[in-house]
Each structure stands twice: as C-alpha cells, then as structure tokens.
C-alpha cells in the first residue's frame, strides 16, 4: 500500500530511500539518529520535496517526479505526529484537537472526538494553551490531532517517546485496531524495538540515507549483521497458532500450533481464534534431557537446524519443532557443555511467563483485537 | 461649497483674515472657509483642482504662476497689501541701528547667523536676499543665513538667542514677543513686497466676488492696517 | 472645558486616523506577506518602493499624491468621471495622505512578526487539510497579531501627527481638512497663539495615548494567548 | 552627471542619517527591553513618551527641540557650557531632530522582536551560567538582531526623509543642515523647480534603496543564522 | 546531598513534593504524564519558583522561602538538559557545547569537549546550526551543552528519549561515572524503567504533584500496589557480589556472592571487584528436582520465603539462596502443580544470558566503571 522511492540531497546528507509495502499494516522505520527517518516521512507528507522519486500511498500517487505530479500537502490527507509536537500556541487544545477533523470530509469521520480524549487521557486539558502544558501531555495532544485529522494515511514520529509506560500500553491497542479496523496505513518511527516488534508488519532499517535492510521483525531480528544498528533488537521466532482453550481459575490459554501446545497467560481470544505469539530466543533454555518438576510449562522436544556462534558469550540456536520454527539464545559454553550441534535432539523450555502482552497480537488480517482479553 | 466661499491665503495672512472672514459673516452672513498655507502648496493645489474661489498670495511669484496657466481670472487680480522688511534682534539686547550700504553686519551678528526665509522658498527670505544684495552684503551674509521654513521660526531662532539678528516683515513682530525691532529696511533696498489676490478662473460667482470686493474695501483695510499691514 | 473648534480638530484627527490605518491594513498584510515569504527577482525595488514614502519628504509625497489623485490627476480624474469621487481636499483624502505616509511603518512591523513564526506550524496545519488560504487565516495571522497591532498603533500614531503630506495634499480648511496638527500649525501663526498650539498638542497626546493604553490592552490578551514573553 | 549641490545634500543626508541611527540605537534597545520585558507602574505613560515624536506634528517636536536644546533651553545650555557643543543650525542638531522622530520606529521594532523571542532560551542560558548582563549580549541581542535591523532600516529611511523637525530645529543651511528633503522642499517651493526635486528624489530614493539592500542582505545573513522562515 | 521540600500551585495544578536524598548518586522521578516531574526539576533549576519550601544541593542552600534565600538561576551551576532541546539557535553547534563551559569557573572544569563529542557522536555536527539536525541530534547537543557546563548537579529531564539503543547504552555507562566518579548528584527524569533501575540511588514516585513512594528501585520492584503508576517496572533482587575469575574462551565471569557463584557474559572488571548484579523475578524458574544437562549455568538451591500471588496469571516468590534474597516470578498453575509454599526446597534456574549489561553495574562507590570490560 505504500510504494517509495526517494532521492533527496540535504546539505551533505545523502537520502536515497525505495521501499514498498505491498500490504495494508504498519511499516517500521528504524535507524540510528541521523539515519534520514524523519526526512522519509517529511517527504510522504509533503514537506520535504524529493529531487527525484516517487510516492504512492493506497494506490494514490502523491508525487512523481517523471510525471510531475506533486499533491499539495493539505490535500494528502496525513496525519503527521512530529517529532517535535507543532501544537498550535494560540488555540486551545480543544481547537489544536479539532483543527484537522474541522477540515476532513464528513463521510470520513470515523474517529471520534470522545474516544480519542478518553484514549489519551486529556479530557481535563481541553480548555487549556498548549504552553500549560507537560511534555507528555503536548505529545498526547499531538497524537489526538493527527487522528482526529481522520488520515488515510498515518505518518508517526516517535510519538511515544515521552508517554509514560502504562499510557503506552493503553496506545498501542488502539494503533493496531486502527491498522486493522480501519484499514489506516501507518509509517511509524521509534527507538522502542518492544514498539516496533509489536506493531510493525515491515521493518526498513535506515542507515545513512539508505535502506539497510528490510522485513519482517522476525526476519530482521535474525539477522547478526544489523545489530550495530538495531542494538537490543532482540531475535525471536513468531508462531502462528489458534485458541483453543482457556482455563480461568489460572488465566492461562492453551494454544494450538503445528509441533504442540503452548500455555500462556491471560485470555488470547474466542475459541478457534488464530493468535500469532512471538518467543524470544533468550527466552528459550534448552535441555538434553526432559527436566521435571520444573515451574517452566511448555517444554517441547525439536530438534537443532543450525548454531550461530556470535562474537561475545552467546551463542543463537535455530530449532524446530514439529515444522514450528523456533530460537534460542544461551552461552556457547553451554552449547560446548551440552554437545549441542545441527541435528542434536533438545528439550526447548519455554518460560510461559515471557508471553506478554506485547509480544501477543492478532494474525494480520483478521480484526480479533476486539474482542482478545487484556488480562 | 456650492453657496459657500472659499479662499486659500499665505500662512503669514492667518490672523488678519481671520477677523475678516468673522467681520464678514457678522456684516453679511455669509460664511467663509478659509486654508491657510504656504503659498507655493496653495497654488499648486488650485493648480490641481481645489475648490478654492480666492487665492491671497503673499507673494507675485506663485499668482504670476498661476496667471500664466490662466488659473486665476486676471481682471480681479490686485495688489491689496504691503509690508515692511526689519531687522529684529532679542528683545532688550541691542540698540537700535540705521541699515544702510556699510554697516558692520558682522560685528552685529558677532560670529552668530542670521535668520530669515529660506530665499529659495520663503517670500520673506527673497526680500531678505535684495536687500543684502543692495546693501552689498549678501556676499558675507549668504552663508550666515539661517534659513527657517517659515517666518514663524526665523522669529523663534531670534527669540531664543540661537541667532543674534533676524529679518522679518514688520506684521510677523508681532506674533513673537521675545524680539524688537531694531532696524527697518529702505524701500528701495528690495522690490517692494506684495500680496495680491485674485478670483480663480471661472469660480467668480456673486457671493465670491461680493467677499473679494469686501478684502479690497475699506473695512477690511482697517484690519489689515490693525496688523500692521500697508494697505495698497 | 475644550472649544469647538478643538473638538472639531480632534474629532477629525481620530477619523482621518483611524479611517487611515483600516484603509493601509490590508495592503499592508499583502505587502508584509509578499516580503516576508515570497522570493522574486526585482523584490528589493518592491521593498524600495513600499519605504518610498519614509525616505522622501512628506511634502513632496503630498504634492506627487496631488498630482496623481488631484482631479486633473491620472487616477484622481478616473475616480471623479468613474464614481464621483473627490479626493484631494477632503478628509478621506487626508486619510489617504496619512495611510501613504504610514504605509511603510506597518509593512515592517507585519513583516517582522511574520518572519518571527515558526513555519513548521503552518506545515502542521497543512497536514491538517488546511489549504495555503485557511492557514493564512488560522494560523499565520493570529500568530502575527503582535506584529499587526504594533503596525498599526505606528501607523496610528504617525497618522496623528502626519502633516507635510496632508497640509499639501489636502490644503488645512476647518472641519474638512484641518487635523490637530495643522490646527496647530496656523495657531503657531497668529501673535499668541502658543497657548493654543499647546492646548491642541496635549489633545494630540491624549489621543496617541488612548490609542497606545487600547493596543497595549489588546496586546496583553493576545501575548497571554499564545503564551509568550513573562509578561 | 551630480552637481556639487546634489552631492552635498547627498553626503549630508547620509552623514546625518547614519549618526541618527547610531545615536538612537542605544536608548532605543533600553527602552523596548524595559517595554518588552519589565512591568512597572506608569509603562503605559512611557510608552507614551516613546512614542511622542510620532504623534506631534515634527514641526512641533522641532520646535520643541528648539526650546529644550537651544543655547537657552536647559539641556542646550548645559550642553554649551560644559562642552561648547552647540545643536542648532548644526548637522549634528540634524541628526538629533531625526534620532528623535524616528526613535518610536525603531523601538517598536526592536520591542516587536524582543516579545517573540522564546524566554525558554534565556532560562536555558541562565541554566549555564550566564547572567542578565551576559544573557541579554549573547542569547536576547543576537535573536533580536532581525528586529533591530529592521528597526534601524525604518529609522534610516525615516531619517533620510525627516523634514519639519529638522528644518524647524536647525534650519536649512546648505552644506551644513540641508539634507536632501530640506534641498527638496526648496525646489518644490521654486515655480520651476520641478525637475531640480525630481532629480533630488531620485537621489533620496536611491540612497534609501541602497540603505533597504544592505539591511536585506545582513537581514537574509541572519535570517539563515537564525534558522527562519522559508528563505 | 539533594535536600528538597516544595509547594507550588501552578493553575489547578498543585505541586507538594518532599524528599531527601542522603549519599550522593542519581535520584530518579518517575510518574505518569503530569505528574510534575518537569516541574521539580524547574525548580531545583531556579526556573520555577516555589511558593514555599526549601531546596539544598550538596550541603549549599539554593532556595529557602523562610530565609528568602533565592540563588539566582546563573549561579547555581546545574546542568539542565531540557524536555525540548532549547539549543540556541543563532549559535553552531560548536558554540552551543561550549557556551556553558566558558562560563565555568577553570578549575572545575572536568569535563572535557572531546570526551563528550566522542561520547555522543556529534564530532561531525560541530560547524553546523541547530536547525539543520535532526531529532536525535538535536538532544545529542543538548546533552552535552549540559555537561559541559560543568555542573555541580545534573538535572535530566528524559534526556535518551529519543536516542536508539546503541547510543543510549554508550551514554549510560558514562553517567554512571559522572555519579561515580566525579560525584556530581543527577536528578533524571524518564519513562524508560531499564534506565531508571540501571541508574538510581533512589526512586521518587510522583503522582498528581505528590510524592507516592520513594526508594530503591528494588523496594519499589517489590511494591504491587505501585503498579498502575510503574507499570511495567519489573522487580528483580540485586546481588552483591565479587568478581572472582574471567573465562575469556567462553567471554563468561564468575562472581562470588553469599549463597554460591554465578556466572555472567562479559568481563565484569578486575579480579575482587565489587559489583552489584540484577536478577530480574521473571529470569529464574524454579524447579523441585534439580534439572541435570540444561543449557542454564546457574542453579541454586534455596528456600521459598514468601508468595504473593497476583491478579492475573502470575505469582510473585521470594527465595532465600544462602544469606541472598532472590525473587522469582511464575505462573499461578506452576506454584499450585509444584507445590510451593513458605518453607519449601527448590532449585533455582537462573539463566546467565538474562545477566546484560543494564543490569550489571559498578557497586555504587567504587569506581570500577572504568577497568569494566565492554564485551
Ligand atoms: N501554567 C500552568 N497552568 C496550569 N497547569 C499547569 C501549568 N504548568 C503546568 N501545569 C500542569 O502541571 C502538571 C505538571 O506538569 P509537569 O510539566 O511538571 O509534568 P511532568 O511530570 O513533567 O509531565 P510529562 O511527563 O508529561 O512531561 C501538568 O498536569 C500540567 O498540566
Ligand atoms: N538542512 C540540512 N542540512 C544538512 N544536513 C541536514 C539538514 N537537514 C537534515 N540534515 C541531516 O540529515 C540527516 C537525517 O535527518 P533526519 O531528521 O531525517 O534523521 P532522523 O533519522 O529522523 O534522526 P533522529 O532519530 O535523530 O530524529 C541528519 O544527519 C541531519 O543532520
Ligand atoms: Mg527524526
Ligand atoms: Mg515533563
């Protein structure tokens, strides 16, 4: 639904960025600072005039330099988050709120006022300036604006930086129902890889103006030779799985998935639900022989595909159980101590306590976010 | 101003026409405006279009130019009013002194200038240019000058000391109270000074001409001569 | 307490004034805004020629607005044929004198506050769906309102006082023409009339006071608005 | 292709305009920080003051200029007793009539600018170490400078235009106090002076565009060290 | 050394906050969106001006309304990096670093330019203004125009909100010095728990302009009820421990603490060293056999002191490993199949991998940081 590829000369920064995301979802940038991230979603707005290139967003060409066309900002109908607020100083937040909304079609107005102040918590705040304002609170408003603007398209620049956990935790369910319900393509550029593994359908890594690489979280955590640029992006395998029980005197779900059944906490979904839940390769410990009597609930025999010594302590195992494909990531002297090498047969211990919130969404494509349980 | 008349007079003529204008609406009820300027901007403002039906000049200069555009009519253009060129200096100061070819004008200006009109724009300074010139001094005095934009500053400049003489017409003495006489010009040291009026062209209904003929009679004489004007 | 003729003088000032500063306001705004944000080949001449009538003296702008807007005049003629309308000796005259005269003034003064916002704000509100109009409304003005009102308490003022221009364009007829400080020119005219000229420049005063207090009230709202200064 | 008049006119006005500008730059950054900044009783009064020039007829404030800097006045005698220093009749009395008109103008710019400063900057300085003093040179004055820039192009352009107040304060003395509007006002004041004030329009609005160019491209410098608008 | 206690009413808003930091270190404030965090630290800064209170920093009296003593701001000599940036404009980025440091007296200065710009990576920017930098870069100055300043207290409000990874794990370390070795007391503002933990001395909890809780990050780790304003915050028991010997094939480090050895990745300094681990509860699993041939290096065998069982799927124990506490967090279902109660036996798994840097820190007071290897 996005399809870019821009060129773009700022001062002695080079930006030459092509990328494309052929399905509705979330697209991740990521990069160091400086990498050209902001310069990339500028351009998708409007506000940065690539030299050469072109943009497409759900079919419509928003600037095409071999054509001509170039779609004047306020006709793009995005909604822009800025990395450094932009509130308006002389209207109240109730107007900074309703700017947008006040300017989009009528038809279009599928996000509503009263649920986006109980969402971001700032119903107290609307007869306030912006300049009376905390940080956080600037930044609440600004995410407020930019959906009540009722955009096509969502262009998000660390939007969450400054938002307390719990507030975050409360934000990005409703993103992805946006992402999901409505259908809103979202360019959404953090530092937080919790975020960015959580919502994003497509990661692009920006390094020095270019793309480094691009995929899949998954496909990107596996990846050693972009840890330079993704830090503590932590590598995990993702599991396509359905509901299949839920016992509520413990919390704990019971899910199904091609190699066994995985128990996590909470309510996953109605039964028969798909879930797709990620496991984190360090959340992985293996065993030659079955431990017993151990708190760890899913313990499951696979065996070794492949072992990936990385410079430094540890060492990441690809395993697999049934034709499930799964991580881990322990210390070579374990992998010395336990023999362990392509073909050995494991025990994979799996913590069920590492299947948060955050890592637990919903199979793209079907909008089960509704009705999954926040335990 | 379809009934109503209207005159344009030099600034210097403010006062005296205004007990005139009051005198002649007292006598026969008919109002008149009146604009007060300097010549030079009421001239080229009936040059313009100005509703104006009377131009007083305080000069030939500026009625000579609008005679020669026809501007004003001709037929009604008199000299009505003269006045005298003095030398004045602070009041008090200085005794007085008999101007004629030689006096030691700068002994009496003692290094300080000398204010007037500017020549080249103000009446009273062109006369002041003659005479200076008769009297052979206008080639010392030239770059003493002081030249004020209107006589009403030459009088000040005197009045507070900023210059030690000044000249002057004999009726704008009295508008200052700080300075005296002390001099008064020949005659024949300049041409003499005139104020003439006339009607402008093609405004010379009855009331206008009736008011014109009032300033060239003998009750508004009487004010004129109040002010110290000669009246021709 | 004040005679009817000062009254008269000061009753006209206030209108020349005010008429003066609403007529220069919108050319102003087009003209701040065209220096500040649009950049064209010949801009310093524009700029030249918006500060014209600062740099000449007032006198002779009076008597070039005479020849243009006189009824023998190009535009002066036009206007008369065209809507009847007289100009030159009448105090909409004087009030188009002044807004020439003060015209300058307030070009800086939008300009400057114009330069002062931060552009990323009408980006934010073209994001928005604001097309280059509505931001003009929404945004750019309200932030400039600063720069405005300080444009136009100069241009009133100047107004007040303006006098070269008006005395040669308008000529100084009572009650038509005659502003305070022509009023006060012809009293500085006539044997003791210093008393009056002082009468008439404290009036003049007041009145350039009166306008300040009122910015200044407006000013403070809007300052408190868009939460500037400690202030 | 200039006769000696004409250039003597010209380099006077531009003597007199630049010593104007300098001469009232000083007091006019005190007054509009004081306007910008600090609250006090009677502000409103002040801004009165300041803004007096603007709203006297300048024939006025000459006048007045006369009574207070004359060798009788109490600053002009005091001023000749202790340095010598006469003012009227003198190029440098030229320059003061003309700081005096045109020192509203600038402070109002400079005000202008001062207000749309973000005292977060200064907080931030103060947060490193730097006091009022240091503050005001390092952070307000450089972030000011597009206002005191354009004030000091509206006080020039002003100045080269001033007429009433000089010609009433210091006459009009050729090569001494005849600045080009003085030189001007002559010539229009000549039956057949016309083209002689066309030619010294022309000068006028040339030494004024040439005054509005290098502002313009200080300005633009600036413009570009502050970060700006679209420029 | 911070000595603060300060009423303020800010529009509706009032602010009562009390607390007292006794040795020197890093306080952290930490709370929801407006809570009024921003607002102590303006205060301690001499930007906001309290109604009434006092603040003492180091012994020196800053503000007291009782005395009226009222330091002015440019003599209190803080290091302020603000929630916004506020760079000055008209100056190079080079003239921004330096602005504070030439104000500050000669003989403080210990820091140093090229140590910061090497530090923060922004050697490169240094001819440039602040508008032509990007985000990141933007707070990357303002860090430093901080430090450089020479402060004798540290006021940080979010200061790595929008840094990536890499560079906040290189800042982190070197702040720890700061506190460490040139004992400057930092007050830090964020919303990122892994720094809160790594860094504070003490925690201060801030809720509607009131101090809820304060203390160590552990004792607040412990505290259920503070949940809804930490959120995620994740309790964990902090070890102290001694280095004991580095296996460099392996890259792992043994330390010895009272109850038995661990082993952690990297080198964790010299050998006798003191250093202070973190074990977070949801890294140890428990078992009641003791599991033979697993990838898990550290198992310990302790007693079950105490558990408190959650809402939700989990359960919080507290164990007892020799004179160590260790906290432990499972599933509900585990406890109940496992059979744990006060007084039972069991074996604890501690994964070494779950040992990264961010928890591994200096032993406050010694300063060690710099011998510590970077593996
Ligand atoms: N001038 C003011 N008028 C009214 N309320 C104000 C004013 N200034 C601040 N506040 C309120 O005070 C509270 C505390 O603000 P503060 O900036 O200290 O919060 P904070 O804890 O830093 O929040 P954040 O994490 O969002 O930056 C906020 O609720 C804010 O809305
Ligand atoms: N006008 C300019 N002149 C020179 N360099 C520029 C200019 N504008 C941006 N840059 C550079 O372009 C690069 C990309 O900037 P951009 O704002 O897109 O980075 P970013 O990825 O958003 O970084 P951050 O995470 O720090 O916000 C930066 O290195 C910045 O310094
Ligand atoms: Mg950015
Ligand atoms: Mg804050």
């Known amino acids: ?42 351009a998708i707005a409007g506000l940065l005039r690539p030299d050469e290139g072109h943009i ?95 955009p096509e398209v969502l262009l998000m620049d660390e939007p969450l930086a400054s938002l307390d956990a719990p507030r975050k935790r409360e934000i990005l369910p409703y993103l992805e129902r946006l992402r999901d319900e409505l259908r809103v393509p979202i360019v959404y550029v953090s530092h937080a890889i919790e975020e960015v593994v959580r919502l994003a359908n497509l990661v692009v890594v920006l390094d020095s103006g270019r793309v480094a690489a691009a995929g899949t979280p998954e496909e990107l955590g596996e990846r050693l030779d972009l840890r330079p640029l993704l830090g503590e992006f932590e590598s995990g395998a993702v599991i396509d799985a359905s509901m299949e029980a839920y016992d509520a005197v413990f919390d704990l779900s019971t899910l199904a998935f091609d190699g ?36 760890v609930q899913n313990i499951f025999e696979g065996s070794v595909e492949q072992v990936a010594e990385e410079p430094g302590a540890y060492a990441e195992l690809k395993l697999r159980v049934g034709n499930t494909r799964f991580l881990s990531r322990v210390t070579r002297e374990s992998v010395s101590r336990l023999g362990l090498r392509t073909g050995s047969r494991v025990f994979l211990l799996v913590k069920s306590v590492s299947f948060d919130r955050e890592t637990l969404s919903a199979a793209p494509g079907i909008a089960s976010a509704g009705q999954r349980g926040h335990g | 101003s379809a009934q109503g008349v209207t005159i344009f007079a030099a600034a210097s003529l403010t006062d005296a ?72 200096a602070p009041a008090g100061a200085a005794r007085k002194v008999e101007i004629r070819r030689g006096i030691d004008l700068a002994g009496l200006l003692a290094g300080g200038r000398l204010a007037t009109g500017d020549p080249a724009s103000v009446p009273v300074g062109r006369y002041a240019r003659q005479a200076l010139t008769y009297l052979g001094l206008w ?80 009750e508004a004489a009487a ?8 009246v021709r | 307490m004040l005679t009817d003729f000062e009254l008269q003088a000061l009753w006209l000032s206030l209108k020349v004034a005010l008429r003066s500063v609403a ?84 070009v800086r003064s939008i300009r400057l506050s114009i330069e002062s916002i931060d552009s990323g704000l009408e980006s934010a509100a073209a994001t928005l769906g604001a097309s280059p109009l509505d931001r003009f409304f929404t945004i750019t003005l ?30 100084n007829i009572p009650g038509e023409t005659q502003t305070l400080p022509l009023a006060i020119y012809s009293a500085v005219q006539t044997p003791d009339g210093d008393a009056a000229a002082a009468r008439l420049a404290a009036l003049s005063l007041v009145l350039a006071l009166s306008g300040l207090m009122v910015s200044e009230i407006i000013a403070r709202r809007a300052r408190m608005m868009l939460g500037g200064g400690p202030e």
């Open chain 1, 260 to 295: 066994g059944r995985l128990r996590v906490p909470g309510n996953a979904g109605v039964i028969g639900a798909k879930v797709r839940v990620r496991v984190r390769a360090r959340d992985v410990s293996l065993a030659t022989q079955k431990p017993v009597d151990i708190s």
């Open chain 3, 142 to 171: 309200p932030l400039m309102l600063p720069g405005v009102l300080s444009g136009c308490v100069v241009a009133f003022a100047a107004s007040l006082g303006e006098f070269g221009a008006v005395i040669t364009f308008v000529s």
């Open chain 3, 23 to 106: 007529l220069s306001l919108p050319f102003a705004l087009g003209a701040a805004y065209v220096l500040a944000r649009i950049r064209f080949p010949g801009k310093v001449l524009f700029d030249g020629l918006v500060h014209l009538p600062l740099a000449l003296p007032p006198v002779l702008v009076g008597y070039l607005l005479l020849l243009t807007f006189g009824i023998r005049g190009p535009l002066g003629g036009w206007l008369f044929e065209t809507f009847g309308l007289r100009l030159a000796f009448t105090s909409l005259g004087a009030s188009i004198a002044t807004a020439v005269m003060s015209f300058p003034l307030m």
């Open chain 1, 56 to 150: 497409r967003v759900s079919g419509r060409t928003l600037f095409d330099s071999a054509s001509g066309e170039d779609v004047p900002v306020h006709r793009r109908r995005v909604g822009y988050v800025f990395q450094e607020g932009r509130l308006f100083p002389h209207l109240s937040v109730r107007d900074n709120l309703l700017y947008g909304q006040r300017r989009s079609p009528v038809v279009n107005r599928r996000i509503d006022l009263d649920e986006i102040l109980e969402l971001l918590g700032i119903a107290a705040l609307l007869g306030r300036r912006p300049r009376d304002l905390s940080g956080g609170e600037k930044q609440r408003v600004a995410i407020g604006r930019a959906l009540l603007a009722q």
């Open chain 2, 223 to 230: 004010v004129f001569q109040r002010f110290g004007f000669a």
């Open chain 2, 139 to 218: 080639a010392f005095a030239e770059a003493k000058l002081a030249r004020a934009d209107n006589v009403r500053f030459a009088l000040t400049y005197v009045e507070r000391g900023e210059a030690p003489l000044g000249i002057v017409y004999s009726t704008d003495v009295a508008i200052a109270r700080g300075v005296q006489v002390i001099g008064v010009f020949p005659q024949e040291s300049h041409s003499s000074i005139n104020y003439p009026i006339a009607i402008v062209a093609g405004r010379g209904t009855a009331p206008v001409r009736a008011f014109h003929g009032f300033i060239l009679g003998s």
């Open chain 2, 17 to 88: 026409m205004n007990d005139v204008v009051k005198m002649y609406a007292a006598k026969s009820g008919v109002g008149v405006k009146s604009s007060y300027a300097a010549s030079s901007a009421l001239a080229r403002q009936i040059e313009s279009g100005a509703q104006a039906d009377l131009f007083f000049s305080a000069d030939d200069e500026w009625m000579d130019y609008l005679e020669k555009r026809s501007l004003i009519d001709k037929g009604t253009r008199f000299d009505r009013l003269g006045n005298r060129l003095v030398l004045i």
């Open chain 1, 1 to 42: 639904m996005i399809d870019l590829s821009i060129r773009k000369q700022l001062g002695e920064f080079g930006l030459d960025v092509s990328f494309s995301v052929p399905e509705q979802g979330l697209t991740a940038l990521f990069g160091r600072s400086g990498a050209g991230k902001t310069s990339v979603i500028a």
